[in-house]
């Protein structure tokens, strides 16, 4: 009986450990703005939203826009902000999930025309 207690207890903490691990924002790719850009993530209800603010891009261009890569569970899809000129605003994507599950930013790339 000692034995199933335990083995339930340590189920339990495994469980505890999978909910409470970091989310897919942690993904390495799309973490750090483009040269002459500045990006900015902050939370939403039930979700996570990405501003970028570009003053230069690497090739010459005159707007731009943000592409968020959002993920909820093992949904993934993208999400894109408004064309802004350069220099004169922000660019925001939002991804936003339902009540059991947030979606998160795990990444996000810069379109420019």
Same mark, same amino acid.
């Given at each position: 009986?000692?034995?199933?207690?335990? &083995? %339930?207890?340590?189920? &339990? +903490?495994?469980? &505890?450990? +999978?909910?409470?691990?970091?989310?897919?924002?942690?993904?390495?790719?799309?973490?750090?703005?483009?040269?002459?850009?500045? #990006?900015?993530?902050?939370?939403?209800?039930?979700?996570?939203?990405?501003? %970028?603010?570009?003053? #230069? @891009?690497?090739?010459?261009?005159?707007?731009?826009?943000? $592409?968020? !890569?959002?993920? #909820? =569970?093992? #949904?993934?899809? +993208?999400? $894109?902000? !408004?064309? $802004?000129? $350069? =220099?004169?605003?922000?660019?925001?994507?939002?991804?936003?999930?339902? @009540?059991?599950?947030?979606?998160?930013?795990?990444?996000?790339?810069?379109?420019?025309?």
């Amino acid at each position: 009986m000692k034995k199933k207690i335990a &083995a %339930l207890v340590m189920a &339990a +903490f495994s469980a &505890a450990g +999978f909910l409470a691990a970091s989310p897919a924002s942690a993904a390495t790719e799309g973490q750090f703005p483009p040269y002459g850009c500045d #990006s900015n993530r902050y939370g939403i209800v039930f979700g996570e939203a990405i501003s %970028l603010t570009c003053f #230069s @891009l690497p090739r010459h261009s005159e707007t731009y826009r943000v $592409v968020a !890569h959002c993920t #909820s =569970g093992s #949904s993934l899809w +993208f999400t $894109v902000g !408004h064309w $802004v000129p $350069v =220099g004169f605003g922000t660019s925001t994507a939002e991804c936003r999930g339902g @009540l059991l599950a947030n979606a998160y930013v795990a990444g996000y790339h810069v379109d420019d025309f």
